[in-house]
């Protein structure tokens, strides 16, 4: 009994909520315009890792690359062929999960928008920041010494391009 209840009180608040707010439409669109979006991005620019596995007194260096992935802040200058579709371009900064705010993204490219007012867009382009580097010298070096203890490499960087996909919500 108690269920029926809260189902009935919950249909008719809904009802009630509905109906005391003003729904209009409205059709008028504009045609351009700058949108701002925050999303999240992937892109081609790998960083190259070293770590190192501890076993007893046996210490091995481990190689990887990771892709530089993230959230981003978008604004967009954007045009509307058509009510549903928008076209432009835009620019933003993007934050990479695994580096955090040491190494941004710029972010430029395209951008296509669907729904009436931009609220879902999908931006790609190239992204241009600064990549994690383990030289050859380096990677030689690691792999031939025998370490006693972990020790500490410290990071090359270059500043590199690369392809990059994203999906983002508009927020202003």
């Given at each position: 009994m108690r269920s029926?209840?809260l189902i009935?009180f919950s249909?008719?608040f ?12 409205d ?8 949108v701002?979006s ?7 620019l ?5 770590g190192f596995n ?8 481990i190689?990887?690359?990771k892709?530089k992935?993230g959230?981003?802040i978008q ?5 509307k ?7 432009g371009?835009?620019l933003?900064l ?12 710029l972010?430029?490219?395209?951008s296509?928008s669907f729904g ?5 867009i ?9 990549k994690r580097?383990?030289?050859g ?5 690691i792999?031939n010494?025998s370490y006693?203890e972990?020790?500490?490499i410290?990071d090359?960087?270059?500043l ?13």
């Amino acid at each position: 009994m108690r269920s029926l209840f809260l189902i009935i009180f919950s249909l008719l608040f809904t009802i009630h909520i509905v109906k005391s707010q003003d729904l209009t439409l409205d059709l008028s669109t504009k045609k351009h315009g700058v949108v701002w979006s925050a999303g999240i991005f992937k892109s081609w620019l790998n960083d190259e890792y070293v770590g190192f596995n501890k076993v007893g007194n046996h210490i091995t260096p481990i190689f990887s690359e990771k892709y530089k992935m993230g959230f981003a802040i978008q604004s967009h200058y954007m045009y509307k062929p058509l009510s549903w579709l928008g076209l432009g371009i835009h620019l933003g900064l993007g934050l990479d999960v695994n580096s955090y705010i040491t190494a941004p993204v710029l972010l430029f490219g395209g951008s296509m928008s669907f729904g009436n007012n931009h609220q879902f867009i999908i931006y790609f382009g190239l992204a241009d920041g600064k990549k994690r580097k383990i030289p050859g010298v380096i990677r030689d070096q690691i792999l031939n010494i025998s370490y006693t203890e972990i020790p500490i490499i410290y990071d090359n960087t270059e500043l590199n391009s690369g392809f990059y996909l994203g999906i983002g919500y508009r927020i202003f």
